[in-house]
């Protein structure tokens, strides 16, 4: 218990000692260190020497450092009493710790610091990222430069990095140092797009190029067109939107495949929505034209950045009227030829809505159907509706024909 009590009392005075301060228990103060250092550098070849003390005691010298512990043998050279300190220890820069024990009782203790080794070009590791950021003055790249000896060892803080930067032609050059291991700089955005290149250089030693690209950043408010052959609601052909050349606050045209999401509000208060990717800083984007007579408010946008201007897009109406006859019995109804502006048949896929109702009002059924060759044929077959009064309303491209009927 006395053993270890005085162990802990050794090890707070080695705590609070000096380097180069030698620490002995009483009853030991013959036993010195020959040739004290404060500091060595790293790799450094380091004897210890002591006197007051005989090889063949049976002590040793115990070590640590942040590469590990060892127990090294004294030996008696040149009339004196010396330990070599191994190269993997001294090879890692920070404190090392000695002490000379004998009988498991600490007889001498002390400790030393080895530098890191900045007599040769270091070695340099260098992190930028992100690698990609928008134009403005807000958004930024961080280079970090970790500058190490030969032994992989830190420098010491304070040592001088010269960090450069270019784009368009211009560099900069700014010296930083180095800080808990690390030099460091914030490499901002400017105003235009391309790319930004970096470099450092430490103590003779030159990094490889790194690159960080400009995007444009989100675009602005801008305008929308229309395109179409005729103004007609034929349910045939194709109108197509178009944006102007997207740019953003800084005149820069925005990234190819750019979202542009043009939302159409129709008469009905129904809404539709068609999508278009930029190419060059344009969107474009198409559909078909209604059936019927309609009336568009056409707005464009990219998500969560811009808005666009309205427009107003009128359809007339293309089929002024159309036939329904009926067979013998009445229990086939033909609808067409339906026909548009032109007179001419119009194309598949003009949808006819028939409703059927009873003598009383009552509504029975719904059919739905498409034109072929301007053409649709209902059937209504005994099984589900027998003889007797019906009025049947027909709807083809906004229009609405009431017929009565007697079922045979």
């Known amino acids: 218990m006395k053993r270890i009590y005085a162990l802990c009392i050794v090890l707070m005075l080695v705590a609070c000692k000096k380097v180069g301060e030698p620490v002995a228990l009483a009853g030991q103060l013959s036993m010195q260190w020959a040739n004290p250092i404060d500091s060595v550098r790293a790799g450094a070849s380091v004897r210890l020497s002591f006197t007051g003390i005989d090889s063949d005691t049976g002590a040793s010298v115990y070590i640590s450092n942040a590469y590990g512990t060892a127990v090294l043998p004294l030996k008696k050279e040149q009339g004196r009493v010396q330990c070599i300190i191994p190269q993997n220890f001294t090879r890692k820069a920070g404190p090392l710790h000695w002490k000379i024990m004998q009988n498991k009782e600490v007889m001498l203790a002390n400790s030393f610091t080895i530098l890191p080794d900045n007599r040769i070009s270091p070695h340099v590791e260098t992190y930028f990222g992100p690698r990609s950021i928008t134009v403005g003055e807000r958004d930024f790249s961080m280079l970090v430069v970790i500058p190490t000896d030969s032994f992989d060892n830190s420098l010491l803080a304070g040592t001088p990095v ?52 400009l995007f444009p950043a989100n675009a602005e408010t801008f305008e929308i067109t229309y395109q179409r052959n005729h103004s007609y609601a034929d349910g045939n052909q194709i109108i197509s939107f178009q944006t102007d050349i997207l740019k953003d606050r800084y005149g820069n045209v925005v990234s190819d495949g750019t979202l542009v999401t043009f939302l159409i509000a129709n008469s009905n208060g129904g809404h539709l929505k068609t999508t278009g990717l930029s190419i060059g800083g344009i969107a474009k984007a198409s559909l078909l034209h209604p059936a019927e007579k309609e009336q568009w408010e056409v707005t464009a946008f990219v998500t969560g950045a ?26 086939t109804v033909t609808v067409g030829p339906v026909k ?69």
């Open 162 to 213: 010269t960090i450069k930067s270019e784009f368009e032609n211009k560099v900069e050059s700014t010296e930083a140092r180095t800080a808990d291991f690390i030099a460091w700089k914030n490499i901002y955005a400017k105003k235009t797009v391309g790319r930004i290149l970096v470099s450092a250089s430490c103590l003779g030693t030159d990094t490889k190029e790194l690159t960080t690209i």
């Open 306 to 331: 811009a808005k666009s201007n309205t427009i107003s897009v009128a359809f007339e109406q293309a089929i002024s009227d159309f036939e329904v006859s009926f067979s013998e019995g009445r229990r």
């Open 340 to 408: 548009s502006f032109m007179n001419q048949i119009v194309p598949d896929g003009i949808a006819v809505i028939l409703s059927i109702y009873d003598s009383d009002g009552k509504h029975l059924d719904t059919k739905k159907k498409t034109t072929k060759k301007g053409i649709c044929l209902f059937k209504l077959p005994s099984e589900y509706f027998k003889n007797g009064s019906y009025r049947l309303d027909v709807r083809a491209a906004g229009m609405l024909k009431t017929h009565r009927i007697e079922l045979e």
